[in-house]
Each structure stands twice: as C-alpha cells, then as structure tokens.
C-alpha cells in the first residue's frame, strides 16, 4: 500500500495494486525537481479527465522527491484542483524501482507504465505520450 498525498481531502488514504485488480492502469511516475514532468501537468490532467468516468481505468501519479522543490500540494494545485491522484512514491522510489526501464537509464523520469487487467506491464514509455497515444494504449488494453 502506498499513501495519497493529494487530494488531501480523499476519503481514500491509500492505493494498492490488488484494490484496483481488473482495472487497467496508467502509472506516471514523476520526481518534482525534473522541469519536464512539471510541464506536463496539462498533458497529464486531459488523459485523465478523459478517463475519470470509466471504472475500468486508474490513471494514479507517483511522485518522487517529494519536497524538491515542490511539495505534493503544490504539485496537485499547480494543475486542476484534485486531480489526478498523487500517491507519494516514498524515500526510497518503492514503486520506480519495481520496474525495468528498457530505454531510461535508473534515476531519469518520467516513467509512464501502462498496466493491463491481468496486472501484466503492456508498455513502459521514458516520456509522456500524446492524448491520441495514451488513448490509444488504454483503449487496447480494454478490448
């Protein structure tokens, strides 16, 4: 289980993989002092709300270096108030480092992993994709 650090007022402290078994997943992992992942914010947000009414999809921030420079707070109002979720990746980056990154070398972010419903990893990406692109992924994972 991982702890939520945003929206600070969700009734639901904690996310685990197993709550969400079935669902697909987009997992953005992100570090606060990386200008790139800050940018991307906007991105983020619209693949999300594009999603947020479908039960069969999580799309969940994990953030990394909480603190340098941006708290998790910060993070989350830099954006649309409330979303996406931000789940504090914890010191020691529990969930960046339970992945292999074929093309990014450890310690480079983003880490985009798209996670289908039998929790089997269908893409790892070291940069955000497009709109169309992460639609495209989250839609053949449901089929």
């Known amino acids: 289980e991982f702890n939520y650090c945003y929206p600070s007022d969700s009734t639901n402290t904690t996310?685990?993989?197993?709550?969400?078994q079935g669902k697909v997943f987009m997992i953005i992992i992100s570090a606060t002092w990386s200008g790139s992942c800050?940018?991307?914010?906007?991105?983020?947000?619209?693949?999300?709300?594009n999603w947020e009414n479908d039960n069969r999809v999580e799309i969940?921030?994990?953030?990394?270096?909480?603190?340098?420079?941006?708290?998790?707070s910060?993070?989350?109002?830099?954006?649309?108030?409330?979303?996406?979720?931000?789940v504090d990746?914890?010191?020691?980056?529990?969930?960046?480092?339970?992945?292999?990154?074929?093309?990014n070398a450890v310690g480079e972010y983003p880490v985009i992993i798209f996670i289908n419903d039998a929790m089997?990893?269908?893409?790892?990406?070291?940069?955000?994709?497009?709109l169309t692109e992460a639609n495209s992924i989250i839609e053949s994972m449901l089929e």
């Open 74 to 86: 910060q993070w989350g109002n830099s954006g649309t108030s409330g979303i996406p979720p931000i």
């Open 120 to 130: 089997e990893v269908a893409e790892i990406m070291d940069s955000y994709p497009t």
């Open 15 to 20: 996310f685990s993989f197993s709550k969400h």
């Open 38 to 49: 800050y940018q991307s914010i906007p991105l983020v947000e619209e693949i999300y709300q």
């Open 60 to 72: 969940v921030y994990f953030l990394d270096d909480i603190g340098q420079p941006y708290s998790c």
């Open 89 to 103: 990746d914890g010191i020691s980056d529990d969930v960046y480092n339970s992945f292999e990154h074929p093309t």
